[in-house]
């Protein structure tokens, strides 16, 4: 399947602050700063940096990789963004200078990879960047076909005085993939913001992370350290590399 890396940055990075501005990052912060044990981190789709930006103000150095030349412009005009250095390249693939502490792949991002090939291989990029002992973390959400009607779904993300946020979803089963586009509402218009996914259980993702030689050290139902339940709707996943 062809991809290419930069192009859902290229759809949304003018807005894609003041989409998610309503995420807040402390809990994630708090979280990473603990794993990272003051170790170096290296953010796979780093963005715009949402929990990169905190982690430098929290002492930690931070690397990223991302996709998209346009995020990283946003990355560069924030306050402490000319302190990270970011390679431009797939995530799968691209190699940061540096070994790391933690490698950090949050906010679904993992499922931005078009197919199982590509998340695979993500898994293992993860792996060679981590010291002896360090940590690959991803936070992502629990499939939920039931939440589909005829292989369709249209869900509210946000509503408030001042913005809707709705997903318009459709379900791609045999391929475990989803056609997704958010429709923000303001009162400058609507703004569509188009993102697609090729979903993974969480299973699924254990055994990638085993096969780039790591284990499951945790597995929470959010940044605060909830325990992981079949009523859990997403889920932060810790994988450790070996000792040598």
Known sequence: MSFDASEYGRRVADVYDEAYAHL??????????????????????????????????????????????????GLRAKPGGDRITVTVGDFSSVRAPGEFALVLLAFNTIFALPDQAAQVACFRNAAAHLRPGGRFVVETWVPDPGAF??????????????????????????????????LRITGSGVRLLPANHRYAWPAELDLMAQLAGLRREHRWADWTGRPFTDESRQHVSVYRREES
């Open 24 to 73: 807040t990052a402390d809990d994630a912060v708090d979280r990473l700063v603990g794993l990272a044990e003051g170790g170096p981190v290296c953010e796979f789709g780093i963005g715009t940096g949402r929990l990169a930006l905190p982690l430098v103000q929290r002492g930690l150095s931070v690397a990223g990789v991302e996709g998209s030349p346009a995020m990283v412009a």
């Open 149 to 182: 009607r005829a292989g369709t779904a249209l869900r509210p993300v946000r509503v408030a005085e001042d913005e809707v946020l709705l997903e318009a979803a459709v379900l791609h089963p045999a391929e475990q993939r989803m056609t997704t586009t958010k």
